[in-house]
C-alpha cells in the first residue's frame, strides 16, 4: 500500500540556519505530493504541493521538488525563522480527491 | 483560515458516552474527509464523503459512524467512548481537485 516515510524528529536549528526535512514515498503512479504544517495548539495548514514529477512546490520561502527517480519530497529552507517552529507532514494524495496518507510528522524547533 | 469549519474546539466526556462533531466544509467542497490524530497512530483517515455519499473508508472503527447532509456539512459520530478515543479530530474539504484543506480540528478528551 501507499506509504509515507518522514525524517525522525525533533530537529532543534538555530535561526538563519538551513534546513532540510526529508520525505521518501511509495505509491503505484504518480501520486501528488504535499507538505503540511501544524503550529502550536492549531490545526494542519497546506505549506506546498506538487502534483508531478520535477514540479518545484515553494511557500514562504520553503521548497520542495519532486523527484521520481528517488521517491523524494524533501523540505527545505534557506534560513529558518522562530516562527517557522511547528510539526511538518509530508503527505500523498494517490489518484486525485483520496485520501492523504501521512508521514510521522517531524517537530522542528528554532532556538534564537 | 483555511475556511473550513468544525465545532466544538473541545469536547469532554466520559467512557460510554456518544457525541456528535460537526464540520461545514469550504463554500463549493463536495468533498468531507474525517482524520484523527492521536499520539500513537499519528494522522489516520477514517472516512470520505462526496456530495452526501460515502465515498471511501479507512480505520474507522464500527463505533463511529458519518454522514454529510443536503447542505454539504457533515457530522462524525463517536458512540460507546473508550479512553483510547482521545485524540484530534480533523475534517477537511476538497473541490474535485487533489487538495484537502483542514478545520481547526476538535480535540477530544474521554475520561
Known amino acids: 500500500g501507499d506509504s509515507v516515510t518522514q525524517m525522525e524528529g525533533p530537529v532543534t536549528l538555530s535561526e538563519e540556519a538551513f534546513l532540510t526535512i526529508n520525505c521518501t514515498y511509495t505509491?503505484?503512479?504518480?501520486?501528488?505530493l504535499f507538505w503540511y504544517v501544524q503550529y502550536p495548539g492549531e490545526g494542519l495548514q497546506l505549506l506546498l504541493k506538487a502534483t508531478k514529477a520535477d514540479d518545484k512546490g515553494s511557500n514562504k520561502g520553503f521548497e520542495a521538488t519532486y523527484r521520481k527517480e528517488t521517491t523524494s519530497f524533501h523540505l527545505e529552507k534557506g534560513s529558518v525563522q522562530v516562527s517557522d517552529s511547528a510539526v511538518y507532514f509530508c503527505?500523498?494524495?494517490?489518484?486525485?480527491?483520496?485520501?492523504?496518507?501521512f508521514g510521522t510528522g517531524t517537530r522542528l524547533t528554532i532556538i534564537p | 483560515d483555511s475556511g473550513v469549519t468544525q465545532t466544538p474546539k473541545h469536547l469532554i466526556t466520559a467512557t460510554g458516552q456518544r457525541v456528535t462533531l460537526r464540520c461545514s466544509p469550504r463554500s463549493g467542497d463536495l468533498s468531507v474527509y474525517w482524520y484523527q490524530q492521536s499520539l500513537d497512530q499519528g494522522l489516520q483517515f477514517l472516512i470520505q464523503y462526496y456530495n452526501g455519499e460515502e465515498r471511501a473508508k479507512g480505520n474507522i472503527l464500527e463505533r463511529f459512524s458519518a454522514q454529510q447532509f443536503p447542505d454539504l456539512h457533515s457530522e462524525l459520530n463517536l458512540s460507546s467512548l473508550e479512553l483510547g478515543d482521545s485524540a484530534l479530530y480533523f475534517c477537511a474539504s476538497s473541490v474535485a481537485a487533489d487538495t484537502q484543506y483542514f478545520g481547526p480540528g476538535t480535540r477530544l478528551t474521554v475520561l
Open positions: 503527505a500523498l494524495n494517490p489518484r486525485g480527491n483520496e485520501k492523504l496518507t
Open positions: 505509491a503505484t503512479g504518480y501520486p501528488s
